[in-house]
C-alpha cells in the first residue's frame, strides 16, 4: 500500500524554480510530523526540511534557509517544497517522509521517520 507519493522534480536551469508536492494516505497520513531529505549517490540521506502537521512549525537545513520554503494542505493531506534559486549542488533526489516527534519537534534525523516516498529526481544545471 503506497502511503506518500511524490511528483515535481525535473530539470531546471541555476536560479530557477520547482515545487514538490507529496501526497500522504493511509497511516503516513496521521503521522505528527512531516519532512523533505534529499540524497545523492556515495552520500547519506539529509534532512532538508521539516513541518509540524499540527502547529504548522517549521526546520529547514542552513543551506536552503532563504531559498526552499516548506508547507502544508492539511485538507489535501499534501506536503510542499517550494524551490527557488537552486543551485548546481541542489541537485539530488528528494524524499518525502512521515514520522514521530522528537519531544514535541520534528526534527530531521532519518531515524524519526518511518514512512518514505519513492523520490522525484531534481536536477540543476549551471
Known amino acids: 500500500q503506497v502511503q506518500l507519493v511524490e511528483s515535481g522534480g525535473g530539470s531546471v536551469q541555476a536560479g530557477g524554480s520547482l515545487r514538490l508536492s507529496c501526497v500522504a494516505s493511509g497511516y503516513a497520513a496521521r503521522t505528527p510530523c512531516m519532512a523533505w531529505f534529499r540524497q545523492v549517490p556515495g552520500k547519506e540521506r539529509e534532512g532538508v526540511a521539516s513541518i509540524n502537521r499540527r502547529f504548522g512549525s517549521t526546520t529547514s537545513a542552513d543551506s536552503v534557509k532563504g531559498r526552499f520554503t516548506i508547507s502544508q494542505d492539511n485538507a489535501k493531506n499534501t506536503l510542499y517544497l517550494q524551490m527557488n534559486s537552486l543551485k548546481p549542488e541542489d541537485t539530488a533526489m528528494y524524499y518525502c517522509?512521515?514520522?514521530?516527534?522528537?519531544?514535541?519537534?520534528?526534527?530531521?534525523?532519518?531515524?524519526?521517520?518511518?514512512?518514505w516516498g519513492q523520490g522525484t529526481q531534481v536536477t540543476v544545471s549551471s
Open positions: 517522509a512521515a514520522g514521530a516527534s522528537d519531544g514535541g519537534f520534528c526534527v530531521r534525523t532519518l531515524r524519526r521517520y518511518n514512512f
